[in-house]
């Protein structure tokens, strides 16, 4: 199936001249305007334009990513660094088609996105997971074996080798649970994410628009979503360069490359692409225990919607109200320390906290300080961050203390081990 070598035919690629490229994406548009359910299917090539090579382009690619893995790999031939432009999946920057499934699920025009993809670019665009189906797992997500918990990280999470190995070497935070973590990665021959599948089945189901961007539709059972939409008589409109499995099926075939499209379709719904953030939440549960003479605090890291996710290397957390002694912290995040305070009236004790970044996109260190108040139980606080990697900026966008919550504190310094 998806390995076995492909025909000259197969690996054309076919361009749209510009009036029949501008005639097609009209009528895209009048679709999506039209549309009651619509949802996208992604493959390889909508990345392509972030740097990240595809399978199935042939070696005389017009994509500055070069030829496609499993091509060169058929060749015998290796990628020619020098002439092709690639970037690893944690670098690569979402692009204007990632940005485009955002705003249209942002404003209520997309509904769902299924994708064969495992670069992690959807979730990191901003797109919530409960809006996304990655048929194929996420090469940034591990799961545990024993409880089912999610970690979402901020670096590559596969290190098996074999094809049916997936244990990472990490454990669950959970110091109850512990179980052995794996990567969500779904190679040729395993069943994909059983939940996820049903899902992407029952939105294919009621689509009446599928946009399928940058897949050949060739491997089964994701390519069965766009089929169906097409069978059962319902919209189904193909964006690639190559000819794909479903050329036949499509109720409109664009040979351009995706972000082109993208681009067209946004400037003719009058939508603007957004552009690229990376958004980081983090939280901070703070208590003072006065009957131990201690303060505790424990940090972790959310997703924008509220999913755990890794993305801090270590914490520093310097008393004295950055004067002082500094405590270098590792994930999970938790401290318990003297109350010292740092005010003359003996009310509060100030710290400060410096978070560290994975610096994939050059993202520095921020500093922030944080106030213990006397007598203070489980406040949370949170910090949301919004950075700019064209200009190198952490904006905070909104920074706030609210007491809620219960246990906190003590459920991540379990998790951290400090006692
Ligand atoms: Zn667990």
């Known amino acids: 199936m998806a390995h076995t070598a492909r025909s000259d035919e197969e690996k054309r690629e076919y361009f749209d001249p510009p009036d029949v490229l501008e005639e097609k994406v009209d009528m895209l548009v009048q679709w999506i305007k039209d549309s009651k359910h619509m949802i996208a299917f992604t493959g390889a090539g909508i990345s392509t334009g972030a740097g990240i090579p595809d399978f199935r382009s042939g070696m005389d690619t017009k994509l500055s990513t070069g030829p496609g893995a499993w091509e060169l790999r058929a060749q015998g031939a290796s990628r020619d660094r020098a ?13 204007p088609t990632h940005m485009m499934f955002v705003k249209l699920q942002e404003e209520g025009i997309l509904k769902f996105c299924v994708s064969q993809n495992t670069d992690g670019l959807h979730r990191r ?25 999610e970690y979402l990280r901020d670096f590559p999470t596969r290190t098996a080798f074999g094809i049916f190995a997936h244990e990472t070497g990490r454990k669950c935070d959970d110091r109850k649970c512990r179980g052995p973590l794996c990567d969500t990665i779904i190679n040729f021959g395993e069943n994909l994410p059983e939940a996820d599948l049903n899902k992407s ?31 059962s008589g319902r919209k189904l409109v193909i964006v690639n360069l190559q000819r794909t499995a479903l050329h036949s099926m499509g109720t409109l075939c664009i040979h351009a490359k995706c972000e082109e499209v993208s681009t067209m379709v946004m400037k003719k719904l009058g939508l603007p692409i957004p ?32 999913y755990i996710f890794s993305f801090l290397t270590g914490v520093d957390m310097t008393e004295n109200g950055g004067h002082g002694r500094t405590h270098h ?41 944080l106030v213990i108040k006397k007598g203070m139980k489980d406040k949370l606080s949170y910090l949301k961050l919004s950075y700019n990697p064209f200009n190198g900026q952490w904006t905070v966008t909104d920074e706030e203390s609210k007491v809620e919550g219960e246990g906190r504190v003590s459920e991540q310094l379990e998790k951290a081990s400090i006692n």
């Open 125 to 149: 665009s901003g797109l919530p997971k409960t809006a996304l189906a990655e048929l194929h797992g996420n090469s940034n997500l591990e799961v545990c074996q024993k409880c089912g918990r």
């Open 275 to 306: 552009e690229f953030r990376l958004k980081r939440l983090v939280l901070i549960t703070t208590s003072h225990c006065e009957d131990k003479g201690e303060v505790e605090v424990a940090i972790e890291g959310q997703d924008a919607f509220g």
């Open 201 to 231: 089945f029952k939105e294919g189901g009621i689509a009446d628009l599928c946009l399928a961007m940058g897949s050949s539709l060739t491997v089964t059972p994701a390519a069965h979503i766009p089929r169906l939409v097409s069978e």
């Open 329 to 369: 912290l590792r994930e999970p995040f938790g401290i318990k320390l003297p109350w010292k305070p740092t005010d003359p009236s003996g009310e509060e004790m100030k710290v400060e906290l410096t978070f560290h970044f994975q610096g994939h996109y050059g993202e520095p260190s921020i500093a922030r300080n």
């Open 83 to 95: 002439k092709y432009r690639t970037t690893s999946t944690t670098k690569a920057i979402p692009t």
